[in-house]
């Protein structure tokens, strides 16, 4: 194929060069750019005709940013198009013309608002990715496809006062001032009119979930690329193909000094990034070196061009936000004194004619609980695999509770603890990388991910210890973790030394045995499988030489010696037996744990003397996002959905969350679709049973597999690429990341379908975080909320959470909470000290909604600010603040104060701050009370009374 075009190219001039797919694109770039011929790359656009477009939101910036930068560069160039994208219309110079803001010029930010909507920008919040936009107080922030980074505008009156970039992460400006900045449309500017007729047909159609952004590509006046003049690089239904090569061929290139000296008496053409890459060769005078990106492997008779380069897939780097953790009405909620409660909002009130911001929280019987915004840090989301009970206010149950766990965290951190001191006295051997190391990395036919990069080295560094390691590695299913674990795997049996890999079912057993077998045996070591389908004791125990055995809890009756190497696969889904006796066996040799779900970043520190801890992130670079669709029930769509994952070979997902009626479900999609081979499975039938349906499931004898929410998130079943979700608003959105995450995990494209009944009931907020999941479908993209429930559920797996019944009434966030005090305190002697601090100040203090109108944001903003530890953090994030929302107002400037008086008082050991007019109180645990009277009772006077007190201690 390289070859092919690098020949026509070198006497032909095409403008577009149609393609099969994104990875043919790439290949077919490298050889038009050696030969200096500037090319840009369209994505791979597989959208179906009115399909709804949040799912495919990154190949329409794509498509937008490459026109705009082809149709701008004046020199010879080439558009390189996947067929898919071909056969859509697409926009030319005309739609792609930018909007222009020049610096002095006057804009009236209403009118600019309306154009940004013509420009298919969505209005946020708050920006943080590209295409979005907000109005704030006199300045406004775009996102534009045309940069790396968001711009701020900011007006004076309706004057342009300043254009700068900013960091969308932290909110801060840089500080370089420009003189103009280009918004480029996304597929095209529409005028006023198109975009009223667009708009009244969207809301004329019969699809609820149907607005403006998901389907006005559809609605566009594009351009059929067909038109103009192309050439196919194969044979498509489109025509116009490249003819074959006569001179030269592609060839497969194994970089070696003896390839080099096979072919001293060819002309080489040796492409390289850097002059190091040569130095690795010896090179003779038939070498012309060539310093290149690029990736060509041809060759004629008497001449070859190679590449000492590879591939690489760009990791998208996603910005975090400012918020953290979002709180919808109705959540529930845990407040460490009074127990789980219902947040209802925040709500502004007045006391002795001074307003304050607080949080409501419903209890039993209707009672509530006005939280002040200051002491939110004694608020957690309650997260658990229950519905809980609302707690009773006035009653001391749960700060009952609360004593009774203390004695059990005890125990569970002592143990921990324990079992660390006893491994740090043990002198174990060290493993060192092999010789063969570098062809059994190689031999995997892909480059490792850079998360997976740093995994190796952090465990190698273990590994080469006289201590036994003992690590947690944590990714994503299908992020690459049995990969790393087989590095460390193979350089323990070629040090000499035996290695182990327990997993919790036979059907991991049976998959990681597969894997390990291909990948291990070409390099002469022994792989065995133990599990209930497989009695290979006695070979074991015969083979005397080093080996590798996978196998279930059937290993724990093992008597081996000269055990290197421990690796555990989600240790949480063993027994209370069975853990014990892997603590065991485990103690005297290097440890790997492996987990699909991350843990808490505080729960790694109070770990980090006793546990080492290693995180993958991003996805293999062959993987695909899955696309994610939110419809309403319909029967024809279903149908569609299962006759396309059949037609091309797949295996379908169908969660239907309600036992009793799930035999009926079945029947009813038999009926819709005949013949369809249905597998049920549900928590109710016995382990051992459904394994063995699994284990027919993998094999194919079954089209559709029809569960509850059990699809464990363990089980890798790469044929299994669409997903779809009954009722998918009764689940929380980290329920519903996890469950897509069950498919699209190999290099074929995965579909998710998340289907709503009784759209007229659905709220707006359910139907927000549905469309939110639909929009954030790249990979790793999981939402902050899902990171947060899915680190807390790991660090509860970690630790053993679901051992105790206690933690369905305290939810997982505050028993990790407390666990991490328990651990902190037995192993490195830190006491966790309470804080006891109450503000009782009656002065005039929230985060005005002049500046901040979205309640979700302020809560988000309420809770940054409550987290700051010292004045450092709380100053970094007033300057945030300043330059994302504008000026403090006198009710914000007094509420960063209070937080500031809070940050000292604490310092100060005062647990008590309160006034009455002018007089102030501070007061300690040990009853003594510091005095002070202000100038005045002016909210100001106020509190620069108690900040000048409190800035005299330090």
């Known amino acids: 194929m390289q070859a092919k075009l690098y020949e026509y190219l070198l006497k032909n001039s095409p403008k577009i060069v149609v393609c099969e797919d994104l990875n043919e694109a790439k290949s077919l770039a490298s050889v038009a750019e050696f030969l200096n011929k500037k090319s840009f790359i369209m994505p791979d656009f597989r959208a179906d005709i009115g399909d709804d477009l949040l799912s ?69 919040d708050m920006v943080q990715s590209p295409g979005e936009f907000c109005i704030g107080h006199e300045k406004i922030d775009i996102f534009s496809l045309k940069y790396e980074n968001p711009i701020r505008i900011v007006l004076f009156d309706d004057e342009v006062e300043s254009i700068k970039f900013f960091d969308a992460a932290t909110g801060l400006s840089f500080k ?16 006023e009119d198109e975009f009223e007729k667009i708009n009244d047909d969207i809301k004329n159609s ?32 489109i025509g116009n193909v490249i003819s074959k090569a006569l001179k030269y061929q592609d060839m497969v290139f194994i970089p070696s000094n003896d390839f080099f000296k096979l072919n001293e008496n060819k002309k080489i053409k040796l492409l390289a990034s850097n002059e190091n890459k040569f130095l690795e060769f010896k090179l003779g005078s038939n070498v012309e070196k060539i310093i290149s990106n690029e990736i060509v492997n041809i060759k004629s008779d008497d001449e070859l061009i190679i590449s000492l380069n590879k591939y690489y897939k760009k990791e998208k780097k996603y910005k975090s936000s400012i918020i953290l953790d979002e709180l919808i009405k109705n959540d529930y909620v845990v407040h460490e004194r009074y127990g789980v409660g219902r947040f209802l909002g925040l709500e502004l009130i007045e006391n002795e004619g001074k307003k304050q911001e607080f949080i409501v929280i419903e209890y039993q019987n209707e009672n509530k609980l006005l939280l ?106 299908g992020f690459g973790k049995t990969e790393v674990a087989m590095h460390a795997i193979f350089a323990c049996v070629k040090s000499g030394l035996n290695a182990l890999f327990f997993v919790p079912t036979t059907l991991l057993c049976s998959q990681h045995y597969k894997t390990l077998k291909n990948r291990l045996e070409p390099f002469g070591i022994n792989v065995f499988r133990l599990d209930r389908f497989s009695n290979t004791k006695k070979a074991i125990m015969n083979t005397k030489e080093p080996k590798v055995i996978i196998g279930t809890h059937s290993l724990l009756s093992l008597a081996i010696d000269d055990v290197g190497l421990i690796v555990i696969d989600e240790e949480h889904k063993f027994g209370v037996k069975q853990k014990e006796k892997l603590k065991d066996i485990s103690i005297k040799a290097h440890q790997l744990s492996m987990s699909a779900t991350p843990i808490p970043r505080t729960l790694n520190q109070a770990l980090s ?57 079945k029947r009813y999609l038999e009926n819709l679709y005949p013949n369809l081979r249905i597998l049920v499975l549900h928590s109710k039938i016995p382990a051992n ?20 929410s059990i699809v464990e998130s363990g089980i890798d079943l790469a044929n299994a690429n669409t997903i779809i979700v009954e009722k998918s608003n009764h689940f929380g959105i980290a329920d519903l990341h996890q469950l897509r995450g069950r498919v699209g995990r190999s290099k074929i494209q995965g579909f998710c379908y998340f289907l709503v009944d009784n759209e007229e009931n659905l709220s707006e907020d359910s139907k927000k975080r549905l469309l939110s999941l639909a929009s954030n479908s790249y990979l790793g993209s999981g939402s ?65 909604d002049y500046l901040v109108p979205n309640d979700k944001l302020r809560l988000s903003l309420y809770r940054k600010v409550n987290e700051c530890e010292n004045l450092a953090e709380l100053s970094a994030l007033e300057d945030s603040f300043n330059d994302r929302f504008g000026k403090f107002d006198s009710y914000t400037k007094n509420y960063f104060s209070l937080m500031a008086i809070k940050i000292l008082c604490i310092k100060n050991n005062f647990i008590e701050v309160s006034n009455y007019e002018q007089n102030i109180k501070l007061l300690k645990e040990n009853d003594e009370r510091i005095i002070l009277k202000a100038p005045s009772k002016s909210d100001e006077d106020i509190i620069a009374t108690i900040l000048k007190y409190l800035n005299s201690l330090s």
């Open 609 to 665: 003397t006793l546990k080492t801890y290693s995180q993958i992130l991003t996805p293999p670079n062959d993987r695909l996002d899955v696309r994610t669709f939110v419809k309403p029930y319909d029967d024809a769509l279903i149908k569609e959905v299962i006759a396309r994952e059949l037609r091309r070979g797949g295996q379908i997902f169908y969660i239907h969350n309600h036992i009793a009626s799930i035999e009926h479900k």
């Open 689 to 708: 049973e459904a394994e063995e349906k699994l284990f027919a499931y993998e094999d194919k004898k079954y089209d559709l597999l029809l569960c509850t």
């Open 206 to 237: 019969d699809d609820s979930f149907k607005d403006y952004e998901s389907v006005f590509y559809w609605y566009l006046k594009l351009h059929n690329y067909l038109d103009f003049s192309y050439v196919c690089i194969k044979e498509f239904e």
């Open 784 to 848: 902050t909320l899902a990171q947060m429930d899915l680190e807390i559920r790991g660090g509860g797996n970690l630790l053993g959470a679901e051992q105790s019944g206690h933690i369905e009434q305290l939810g997982y966030a505050l028993y990790i909470k407390m666990l991490e005090a328990e651990i902190n305190r037995l192993s490195k002697g830190n006491v966790t000290k309470e804080i006891k601090y109450e503000q009782k100040l009656l002065v005039n203090a929230y985060i005005s």
């Open 372 to 477: 002040p915004t200051s002491s939110l840090y004694l608020l957690d989301k309650y997260i658990s695999s229950s519905i809980p009970e609302l707690d009773k206010l006035g009653k001391n149950t749960f700060v009952k509770l609360k004593e009774k766990l203390k004695t059990k965290l005890l125990a569970i951190a002592g143990a921990i603890t324990e079992l660390a001191a006893k491994r740090q006295l043990i002198v174990t051997k060290a493993i060192k990388k092999p010789l063969e190391y570098e062809l059994f990395k190689a031999s995997a036919g892909f480059n490792l991910t850079s998360d997976q990069e740093k995994a190796l080295d952090e465990i190698f560094a273990e590994l080469a210890k006289t201590t036994p390691m003992d690590r947690l590695l944590s990714a994503d299913v």
């Open 176 to 191: 370089e001032e420009l003189e103009k900045c280009l918004i480029l449309p996304i597929i095209s500017r529409v005028s």
């Open 56 to 124: 495919f939101t990154m190949e329409l910036f794509d498509i937008s940013k490459v026109l705009s930068d082809y149709y701008d560069y004046e020199d010879e160039k080439i558009l390189i198009i996947p067929i898919n994208t071909i056969k859509k219309p697409l926009p030319t110079k005309e739609n792609l013309k930018c909007l222009e803001i020049e610096f002095a010029s006057r804009i009236n930010l209403k009118n600019l608002a309306k154009e940004l909507l013509r420009l298919n920008y969505t209005l946020v």
